[in-house]
């Protein structure tokens, strides 16, 4: 079965630091990978998504990227942190082409930068 | 972006009465629909889903109800349990590869 791993859990950052986080996914190839966020008590927005390895799509442009070194490794990275990337980072996966399948989560990882 | 900025709704309902979780969808063009629940601090999980040629679709206690007409998609929880206090998020499929999100809805039961 697939499954969908998120570190860390939780993050306290300091402003101006970077940011490294990482999703994995097993059971699956050549998934679609996404990363959204969540600021507290609102909706999901879409930040990145890529198709395959290298290919990185961005939805809204910001102080954040994406890269996919390998087929099922997704990771939201940031050089230097602002007050404002605080919030719930959710990754999630779906099939190639995603036609009926929809996403499925990981358990996400929730940031504040202070 | 897609669906932020606003505050998440609040429906509260009785232990044991049914909930109506409401949906409003932009695209006519979009062709499968899927209803998430997420509990504080947890990634979304799948609850039940449609496709645009259904408009009824049943789970275990969980009914989703699409109207093409108006771009209308809702989510009937019957008899409603605390375990079902959720932000409950409809998604709508765009494209090949991305759904796009409700603003979501709180739904409180209350004992």
């Known amino acids: 079965s697939q499954t969908i791993h998120q570190w860390p859990a939780t993050l306290v950052q300091p402003v101006g630091s970077p940011l490294s986080l990482e999703c994995t996914v097993e059971?699956?190839?050549?998934?679609?990978l996404y990363w959204y966020r969540q600021a507290a008590g609102r909706g999901l927005q879409l930040l990145f998504y890529?198709?395959?390895?290298?290919?990185i799509s961005s939805e809204v442009p910001q102080n954040l990227s994406a890269s996919r070194p390998q087929d099922r490794q997704f990771i939201l990275s940031s050089k230097k942190l602002l007050l404002s990337d605080s919030g719930f980072y959710l990754c999630?996966?779906?099939?190639?082409?995603?036609?009926?399948?929809?996403?499925?989560f990981g358990s996400g990882t929730r940031l504040t930068v202070v | 972006g897609e669906n932020v900025g606003l505050h998440l709704p609040t429906l509260s309902v009785q232990e044991g009465d049914n909930s109506i979780i409401n949906c409003a969808y932009s695209?006519?063009?979009?062709?499968?629909f899927i209803w998430y629940k997420q509990e504080s601090g947890k990634g979304p999980q799948f609850i039940i889903d449609i496709r645009s040629n259904m408009d009824k679709r049943q789970g275990q206690r969980v009914t989703v109800l699409l109207n093409k007409t108006v771009k209308h998609l809702s989510l009937q929880i019957a008899a409603t349990q605390p375990g079902d206090s959720a932000v409950y998020f409809c998604?709508?499929?765009?494209?090949?590869?991305?759904?796009?999100f409700g603003t979501g809805t709180r739904l409180k039961v209350l004992a």
């Open positions: 059971g699956t190839s050549n998934p679609n």
């Open positions: 998604a709508e499929k765009r494209g090949t590869y991305k759904y796009i």
């Open positions: 890529s198709v395959g390895i290298g290919q």
């Open positions: 695209n006519s063009a979009s062709d499968y």
């Open positions: 999630a996966w779906s099939r190639d082409r995603a036609s009926f399948y929809g996403y499925t």
